[in-house]
Antibody, heavy 127, light 113 residues
Framework: EVELVESGGGLVQPGGSLRLSCAAS????????MDWVRQAPGKGLEWVGR??????????EYAASVRGRFTISRDDSKNSLYLQMNSLKTEDTAVYYC??????????????????WGQGTMVTVSS | DIVMTQFPNSLAVSLGERATINCKSS????????????LAWYQQKPGQPPKLLIS???TRESGVPDRFSGSGSGTDFTLTISSLQAEDVAVYYC?????????FGQGTKLEIK
């Protein structure tokens, strides 16, 4: 079964840090770009950022709202994706979803919609 | 960035009737080299992650009922539910995956009239 499981959410004070993890299973993790998407309470979906895979040099891109504060990384040997969040603000309060994104394997690149989502982990930034 | 705008923001439809949700992108999401529209539709029910319904503007995902259909090209797209069922009550989002940042519409809340 294809699955993504996030962990690491919780309550943190403004200015604090938190690290989210996402464990993948059921597919070849190293063949896919991986993204983070968040959803503030009662609001819509906001793309946070992505990390490409080895075939695309493990590059990262971020939404303007988190650039310079958030860092995405991955460990293909552990089939895991991470989101390091620093200098957290109250407006970062949201459910954070890990999603499987584009395919890049065997020299072939395929942009893709978000077929696979985790259940999400809640991050609350409050004093 | 490509801005995605959905309308209406909310919609109430009677059971068995047609529901139509529109999505407009600020730039074309049609990739000319393969003639594919990089446009997806998602359904989100309370307390659940979004679920992909349609990709490439009109390709229904496996297991999605055929009452759901997507259409459109370039900058204008539509999600249609041909005969609304009670289980279709949800928020629906369009998304472009033509470029980063990946962007979503603001969502359309669908309710039963």
């Amino acid at each position: 079964e294809v699955e993504l499981v996030e962990s690491g959410g919780g309550l943190v004070q403004p200015g604090g840090s938190l690290r989210l993890s996402c464990a993948a299973s059921g597919f070849t993790f190293s063949d896919h770009y991986m993204d983070w998407v968040r959803q503030a309470p009662g609001k819509g979906l906001e793309w946070v950022g992505r990390m490409t895979n080895k075939d695309d040099s493990y590059s990262t891109e971020y939404a303007a709202s988190v650039r310079g504060r958030f860092t995405i990384s991955r460990d293909d040997s552990k089939n895991s994706l991470y989101l390091q969040m620093n200098s957290l603000k109250t407006e970062d309060t949201a459910v954070y979803y890990c999603v499987r994104a584009d395919y890049y394997g065997s020299g072939n690149y395929l942009p893709d919609a978000f077929h696979i989502w985790g259940q999400g982990t809640m991050v609350t930034v409050s004093s | 960035d490509i801005v995605m705008t959905q309308f209406p923001n909310s919609l109430a439809v009677s059971l068995g009737e047609r529901a139509t949700i529109n999505c407009k992108s600020s730039r074309s999401v049609l990739y000319n080299s393969n003639n594919k529209n990089y446009l997806a539709w998602y359904q989100q029910k309370p307390g659940q992650p979004p679920k992909l319904l349609i990709s490439w503007a009109s390709t229904r995902e496996s297991g999605v009922p055929d009452r759901f259909s997507g259409s459109g090209s370039g900058t204008d797209f539509t999600l249609t539910i041909s005969s609304l069922q009670a289980e279709d009550v949800a928020v629906y989002y369009c998304q472009q995956y033509y470029s980063t940042p990946r962007t979503f519409g603001q969502g359309t809340k669908l309710e039963i009239k």
